[in-house]
């Protein structure tokens, strides 16, 4: 009985193991990264903490709405554009307001956001026509609207709002308890929601086989909706979570395709497949922290700045020629664990 | 068994709708000629020979980077780094520009064959994800460029008379632009290569049917890397006009252009799939929307609104494309 049960237990973990081993590999990547940055500068603490985990807040949301809509089988090109218009709206409205104010602006952005980009969900499921195409043609939309509404760069919003997300009145130092928290929090939300819930497992489900979901009764225009939903929702975070952290808007259309870029980059190193069904929200939030991480190391490294362009590209590219390799070796030597500990033992 | 009268009505509108089926070309031609009517109604000047001039020469390197994607996404791919390619291609023509035309042209182009083929390697040795590959190796360049503007390639503004006049210069009475010329050999090139030979018949082949093509005994990486490769050289030739065209260099140089070149070859019927399309209806598409700039230009309204009436076009033909031809675009 015991022997059952432990050998049981075994297969569960090696079967975990083999599931989760990319987002494992990647929370040990991200804290050999925190571990080689801490011995390049003389101390290593409260500030670094805060302003890493405060300068990466834009690129986790974006992160996590991007494998959202990724696992469900999209892909959304305008996520970026989205938070220059979340952020652009925000700097408009947000000035000279009190915090309550300000609060119901950030809740109506989200919420605003969330449901636009849903509409956008609904045209490619009614369409027919490939997600990429239509998020390319609404990325421009989206941005002649955040470029109409704030012309220029400017605006602002309330110092209570900035310690929401910075931890700090003006954006300089302040604590990590917040910054982290509003990392978490939001992560943690959509985590359990995709995988606890039936709306979340569906997402997953239309995301590996479509046409088997529609035959097994999964409800597919809703999960596609809900998917871009989130993923407007969380495009809304991001611009709220860059106003808070500039203290102003900034409209341009290179600052929205960057992002976009970016939150592509971190869900495929997060372990989320650009094919669909796979990967989850956990892998995505270091590879977001990672790719913004990787700044402050060359420039305590004492490498040109300009230098974190190519260091994140040879970075992603090789993750990626490795990792598609990788996994599949890595896959192969599970099977072959389960196999034995199945056969041996029994 | 129908009536012969409703037979008759049904096989006209069946007949259409096979055509339209078959000749997309055809609506967006239509489409095409529309937007330019429309022009000329807001500038009766455009419908000239000059404004034909303008706009065949603010649309050359737009169709030559189309094409790019053109012949990448009838195999399945795509490169976010072609107007990167472009860019550095520029640099180098400029900074190799004391050694004669020749060799800077030469040397430009060779950028986009090596970034073409690094590329090609990633996505089909390493089977890295086209859109991740490129989009890494569209960072890497930025940042290459960046550190070697002010070092290895300076002299961004000493671009060579014959590339400016390349980019810029017209003749027959001023009224045909080079960059023309330059484009349309490109588009006999492509489309003869699509059409007529075996590698461009295993382009459409790989994008429909990867496994099939690869059970057949072809070797699909070679076929992934040279189209890599010949699309970094198109993005070179693109980048070279663009340096002459404005005789200076910069970071921004192609920049804009990386999502129109995906538009106009989606717009044109091309699928992003791969194994369905072609250069006619990429030209078409890259016509549209240069067209459509002109329009928005002549309207005076500012980027703001450009940009919202350019993303609604691309939405809406897309969109009656797909539902037009009952396929995706």
Redesign the interface.
């Given at each position: 009985m015991t022997v059952a049960t432990s050998r049981q237990g075994l297969k569960i973990w090696i079967r975990e193991l083999g599931r989760n081993g990319w987002i494992l590999g990647i929370w040990l990547l991200l804290i050999m990264l925190v571990v080689w940055y801490g011995s390049l500068i003389p101390s290593f603490g409260n500030f670094q903490i805060t302003s890493i985990s405060k300068n990466s807040l834009p690129l986790v949301y974006l992160a996590i709405g991007q494998a959202i809509i990724v696992i469900a089988g999209g892909?959304d090109l305008s996520l970026g554009s989205l938070l220059i218009l979340a952020n652009a709206l925000a700097a408009r409205h947000m000035d000279e307001q009190g915090l309550g104010m300000v609060l119901g602006i950030g809740l109506a952005l989200i919420l605003g956001l969330g449901f636009l980009n849903a509409l956008v969900g609904w045209?490619i499921h009614v369409?027919?026509?490939?997600d990429?195409?239509?998020t390319?043609?609404?990325?421009?939309?989206?941005?002649?609207?955040?470029?109409?509404i704030l012309?220029s760069p400017g605006g602002g919003t309330a110092p209570e709002f900035r310690w929401l997300f910075t931890g700090s009145p003006s954006g300089i130092g302040g604590t990590y308890v917040m910054p982290l928290s509003m990392m978490l929090i939001p992560a943690a939300m959509v985590f359990f929601m995709s995988r606890r819930s039936h709306l979340g497992l569906s997402m997953y489900a239309i995301g590996s086989d479509r046409a088997t979901s529609r035959l097994a009764g999964v409800n597919i225009r809703k999960a596609k909706i809900a998917s871009y939903a989130i993923g407007g929702g969380m495009a809304a975070l991001a611009g709220l979570a860059t106003i808070a952290i500039t203290g102003t808007g900034d409209p341009r259309?290179?600052v929205g395709?960057m992002a976009t870029?970016n939150s592509?980059?971190a869900v495929?190193l997060g372990g989320v497949a650009?094919a669909g069904g796979s990967g989850s929200v956990p892998g995505v939030v270091p590879a977001g922290v990672i790719l913004i991480m990787l700044n402050p190391i060359l420039s305590a490294m004492g490498i040109?700045p300009?230098?974190?362009?190519?260091?994140?590209?040879?970075m992603?590219?090789g993750v990626?020629?490795i990792g598609?390799?990788g996994t599949e070796a890595g896959q192969n030597l599970m099977k072959r664990l389960r196999f034995k500990v199945t056969h041996h033992y029994g | 068994m129908d009536k012969p009268a409703s037979t008759a009505a049904g096989s006209v509108r069946s007949r259409l709708h096979t055509l339209i089926t078959e000749q997309p070309v055809l609506i967006l031609g239509g489409v095409l000629l529309l937007l330019i009517l429309a022009t000329g109604v807001i500038e009766p000047h455009y419908l000239s020979l000059n404004g034909v001039r303008s706009t065949l020469l603010q649309a050359a390197p737009l169709g030559i980077l189309a094409g790019a994607q053109t012949i990448l996404m009838l195999a399945g791919g795509i490169d976010?780094s072609v107007t990167m390619i472009a860019t550095g291609s520029a640099y180098v023509t400029a900074n190799q520009s004391p050694q004669g035309a020749v060799i800077a042209i030469v040397l430009g182009l060779l950028v986009g064959l090596i970034v073409g083929a690094i590329n090609g390697t990633?996505v089909a040795v390493?089977?890295?994800?086209p859109?991740?590959?490129t989009?890494?190796?569209?960072?890497?360049?930025?940042?290459?460029f960046?550190?070697w503007a002010q070092t290895i390639l300076q002299g961004s503004t000493q671009v060579h008379a014959f590339v400016k006049i390349l980019g810029a210069g017209s003749f027959l009475n001023n009224q045909v632009p080079f960059s023309v010329v330059v484009w349309t050999l490109v588009a006999i090139g492509i489309s003869w290569i699509l059409k007529r030979t075996g590698w461009g018949r295993l382009l459409f082949a790989v994008g429909d049917n990867e496994i099939a093509i690869r059970l057949a005994g072809v070797k699909v990486w070679q076929v992934r890397i040279t189209a890599y490769m010949v699309a970094g050289v198109l993005g070179s030739i693109a980048g070279i006009l663009l340096a002459g065209r404005t005789g200076a260099v910069d970071l921004q140089l192609a920049?804009a252009f990386l999502?129109p070149s995906?538009?106009a070859a989606?717009i044109g019927g091309t699928?992003?799939?791969g194994g369905v399309g072609g250069y006619t209806g990429t030209i078409i598409g890259t016509l549209i929307l240069s067209v459509l700039n002109s329009l928005l230009t002549f309207l005076n309204v500012?980027?703001?609104?450009?940009?919202?009436?350019?993303?609604?076009i691309?939405?809406i033909l897309?969109?009656s494309?797909?539902?037009l031809t009952g396929?995706?675009?």
């Amino acid at each position: 009985m015991t022997v059952a049960t432990s050998r049981q237990g075994l297969k569960i973990w090696i079967r975990e193991l083999g599931r989760n081993g990319w987002i494992l590999g990647i929370w040990l990547l991200l804290i050999m990264l925190v571990v080689w940055y801490g011995s390049l500068i003389p101390s290593f603490g409260n500030f670094q903490i805060t302003s890493i985990s405060k300068n990466s807040l834009p690129l986790v949301y974006l992160a996590i709405g991007q494998a959202i809509i990724v696992i469900a089988g999209g892909i959304d090109l305008s996520l970026g554009s989205l938070l220059i218009l979340a952020n652009a709206l925000a700097a408009r409205h947000m000035d000279e307001q009190g915090l309550g104010m300000v609060l119901g602006i950030g809740l109506a952005l989200i919420l605003g956001l969330g449901f636009l980009n849903a509409l956008v969900g609904w045209i490619i499921h009614v369409s027919g026509v490939p997600d990429i195409v239509v998020t390319l043609a609404t990325s421009y939309i989206w941005s002649g609207l955040a470029l109409w509404i704030l012309p220029s760069p400017g605006g602002g919003t309330a110092p209570e709002f900035r310690w929401l997300f910075t931890g700090s009145p003006s954006g300089i130092g302040g604590t990590y308890v917040m910054p982290l928290s509003m990392m978490l929090i939001p992560a943690a939300m959509v985590f359990f929601m995709s995988r606890r819930s039936h709306l979340g497992l569906s997402m997953y489900a239309i995301g590996s086989d479509r046409a088997t979901s529609r035959l097994a009764g999964v409800n597919i225009r809703k999960a596609k909706i809900a998917s871009y939903a989130i993923g407007g929702g969380m495009a809304a975070l991001a611009g709220l979570a860059t106003i808070a952290i500039t203290g102003t808007g900034d409209p341009r259309f290179s600052v929205g395709a960057m992002a976009t870029l970016n939150s592509i980059a971190a869900v495929v190193l997060g372990g989320v497949a650009l094919a669909g069904g796979s990967g989850s929200v956990p892998g995505v939030v270091p590879a977001g922290v990672i790719l913004i991480m990787l700044n402050p190391i060359l420039s305590a490294m004492g490498i040109n700045p300009n230098n974190v362009q190519i260091i994140q590209g040879v970075m992603i590219a090789g993750v990626m020629m490795i990792g598609t390799h990788g996994t599949e070796a890595g896959q192969n030597l599970m099977k072959r664990l389960r196999f034995k500990v199945t056969h041996h033992y029994g | 068994m129908d009536k012969p009268a409703s037979t008759a009505a049904g096989s006209v509108r069946s007949r259409l709708h096979t055509l339209i089926t078959e000749q997309p070309v055809l609506i967006l031609g239509g489409v095409l000629l529309l937007l330019i009517l429309a022009t000329g109604v807001i500038e009766p000047h455009y419908l000239s020979l000059n404004g034909v001039r303008s706009t065949l020469l603010q649309a050359a390197p737009l169709g030559i980077l189309a094409g790019a994607q053109t012949i990448l996404m009838l195999a399945g791919g795509i490169d976010l780094s072609v107007t990167m390619i472009a860019t550095g291609s520029a640099y180098v023509t400029a900074n190799q520009s004391p050694q004669g035309a020749v060799i800077a042209i030469v040397l430009g182009l060779l950028v986009g064959l090596i970034v073409g083929a690094i590329n090609g390697t990633g996505v089909a040795v390493f089977r890295v994800n086209p859109l991740i590959m490129t989009l890494a190796m569209s960072g890497i360049l930025l940042g290459l460029f960046t550190a070697w503007a002010q070092t290895i390639l300076q002299g961004s503004t000493q671009v060579h008379a014959f590339v400016k006049i390349l980019g810029a210069g017209s003749f027959l009475n001023n009224q045909v632009p080079f960059s023309v010329v330059v484009w349309t050999l490109v588009a006999i090139g492509i489309s003869w290569i699509l059409k007529r030979t075996g590698w461009g018949r295993l382009l459409f082949a790989v994008g429909d049917n990867e496994i099939a093509i690869r059970l057949a005994g072809v070797k699909v990486w070679q076929v992934r890397i040279t189209a890599y490769m010949v699309a970094g050289v198109l993005g070179s030739i693109a980048g070279i006009l663009l340096a002459g065209r404005t005789g200076a260099v910069d970071l921004q140089l192609a920049n804009a252009f990386l999502l129109p070149s995906v538009a106009a070859a989606v717009i044109g019927g091309t699928s992003i799939f791969g194994g369905v399309g072609g250069y006619t209806g990429t030209i078409i598409g890259t016509l549209i929307l240069s067209v459509l700039n002109s329009l928005l230009t002549f309207l005076n309204v500012g980027q703001d609104i450009q940009q919202v009436v350019y993303g609604s076009i691309i939405l809406i033909l897309a969109w009656s494309y797909a539902g037009l031809t009952g396929k995706s675009a």
